[in-house]
């Protein structure tokens, strides 16, 4: 079952490169949860949570290059939620591979709550400057 759903009314941002990378991460992180809460392997969840993590990384970066390309003036704001988010997410990669921690449904959670908060927040308020 999908952890989360993307919609345009939740999640449109009317900035195409946005919106279908968000699409991607959305389908990324539910194929994570539906590993780590079945019976799936844990080098599949280990595998799985690399590439989320590594699709993260580089959506983040295109969305800033993207801010700082039409001088978008949340872009300082914009960026420190998104190394708090890489910095939760590369401590739990680390434990995960150490064996020192597994990717739960809270964790799922977790960044589900993240994601229905930070793109209405953040990620909506940047489509005129970047559409401009």
């Known amino acids: ?20 990378e968000h699409k991607i991460l959305f389908d990324k992180l539910n194929k994570l949860y539906d590993l780590a809460t079945g019976e799936a392997a844990r080098a599949d969840i280990g595998a799985q949570l690399d590439d989320l993590i590594s699709y993260v990384v580089d959506h983040f970066t295109h969305e800033e290059k993207e801010m700082e390309a039409k001088g978008y003036a949340g872009l300082a704001g914009h960026k420190g939620e998104h190394e708090a988010l890489i910095g939760i997410c590369a401590g739990l990669q680390t434990k995960f591979h150490a064996g020192e921690a597994d990717v739960t449904e809270e964790v799922g959670q977790m960044v589900k709550g993240w994601l229905d908060s930070h793109i209405p927040a953040y990620d909506m308020p940047y489509a005129d400057a970047l559409n401009s």
């Not at 079952?1 to 279908?20: C, K, P, S, Y």
């Open 1 to 20: 079952m999908a952890l989360i759903t993307w919609n345009v009314a939740q999640h449109g941002t009317n900035v195409n490169f946005a919106d279908d």
